[in-house]
């Protein structure tokens, strides 16, 4: 028989559990919003993926073709995507989404490491509603996906 052992739930202090309510907070605009990130850097992928998953459903796809399909599936608030992908480029993607029901009208956002001068008017015309370049500052995206979420 084993002996009795008096257990005591391990219990934060007032203080503690505010501070980590604050630390924990989400953006009342952004709670439940999905993002789809579609990228070929599968280490990219993963790090916005931990970056993003605190506020937002965040999904990743390697190339346009998966990223279509994910689209289609998950119906995200908003897409960020790189350019120079393994099977068609972004515009192509963006081309794509213009033509799928319910998805014509997704925000997204091109990330890439392109230059930006011979990119970013493309890609608006596009249909890319924001351009950044790599390497990206997290704030900076961060504010941009809470302003077209919200």
């Known amino acids: 028989m084993l002996p009795s052992i008096n257990y005591e739930p391990y219990s934060l202090s007032p203080n503690a559990e505010h501070k980590l309510k604050v ?58 995507l790189d350019i120079g992908l393994p099977d068609y480029d972004g515009y192509f ?9 319910g998805l014509a009208g997704v925000p997204v956002i091109v990330l ?19 351009f950044f370049q790599k390497p990206v500052d997290n704030r900076r995206l961060l504010g941009a996906i809470e302003q077209l979420v919200g």
Request: aromatic share 6%; charged share 30%; hydrophobic share 35%.
């Open 23 to 80: 630390l924990n907070h989400k953006p009342k605009s952004t709670r439940g919003a999905k993002i789809l990130v579609i990228d070929d850097d599968r280490d990219l992928c993963l790090g916005l993926r931990i970056r993003l998953q605190p506020y937002y459903e965040t999904y990743c796809a390697n190339d346009a073709g998966a990223g279509l399909s994910m689209a289609f599936t998950e119906m995200p608030d908003v897409i960020i």
């Open 112 to 130: 890439t490491g392109r230059d930006r001068f011979t990119h970013e008017g493309r890609c608006r015309d596009a249909g890319a509603k924001l």
């Open 93 to 101: 993607f963006m081309q794509s989404l213009t033509e799928i029901p």
